[in-house]
């Protein structure tokens, strides 16, 4: 159990990047955009304690339950968390080059139309991801809304100078997400998505 405070205070960031060297001083650090109940964040830090781990929410009731269930659940410091909007949050304030990994499970799908600009997983988006990768890093995705999936793989077709697509399914991910168990309880198709920058 955490006892710390593990949300960052972004007032302090209004003029420059994460440091995460600072943050964590670690080597290594991966992000989840869109955090929500924290289940995951949580089992997936405590399984790599090496790691820091940057959680990302939007919504700030998501936001406070995945904060109260990360300082139950983690076993040790090794997360600091956001609560704005993801896409921001990864253009401004996190440096090139500085990530080891990107998770994004069960995006926001914005069905209409007129609100896919709105989408987290779109070709400007993936681009500006890429560029906080380090080479080799990796962009795990996954989504079981349909449409949602064959829009993302018209985006990814568009990356191929930027990322390699590698096989990549449910098996190959132990660690699942709430959402995730749910839906594939209720034998609902989840659509997955591994890239590495190259």
């Known amino acids: 159990m955490i006892s710390s405070e593990i949300e960052i205070p972004l007032e302090e960031f209004a003029d420059k990047t994460f440091d995460f060297k600072e943050l ?3 080597e290594h650090v991966e992000a989840e955009i869109g955090f929500c109940s924290g289940h995951f964040l949580s ?16 919504s700030r009731k998501f936001f406070l339950r995945g904060e109260k269930n990360l300082k139950r659940r983690l076993n040790q410091d090794n997360v ?24 994004i499970y069960f995006p ?16 400007e988006n993936l681009i500006m991801l890429r560029n906080r990768l ?10 079981d809304h349909p449409e949602y999936a064959e829009f993302m793989e018209k ?8 990322f390699k697509r ?8 132990p660690i699942k997400t709430k959402w995730e168990k749910k839906q594939i309880a209720d034998c609902w198709e989840i659509h997955y998505f591994l890239l590495e920058a190259i």
């Open 24 to 26: 964590f001083g670690k």
């Open 155 to 162: 985006e990814i077709a568009l990356t191929g100078a930027f």
């Open 166 to 173: 590698l096989p990549y399914g449910g098996d190959d991910r």
């Open 80 to 103: 600091r968390i956001v609560c704005f909007e993801a896409v921001a949050v990864m253009r401004e304030l996190v440096p090139f080059a500085s990530l080891d990994a990107i998770h």
């Open 134 to 143: 380090k080479k080799g890093g990796k962009l795990f995705i996954a989504t």
């Open 43 to 58: 089992e997936y830090a405590n399984s790599k304690p090496d790691t820091g781990f940057l959680g990302i929410e939007y």
């Open 108 to 123: 926001d799908p914005w069905p209409k139309k007129k609100h896919h600009k709105f989408r987290t997983v779109r070709f």
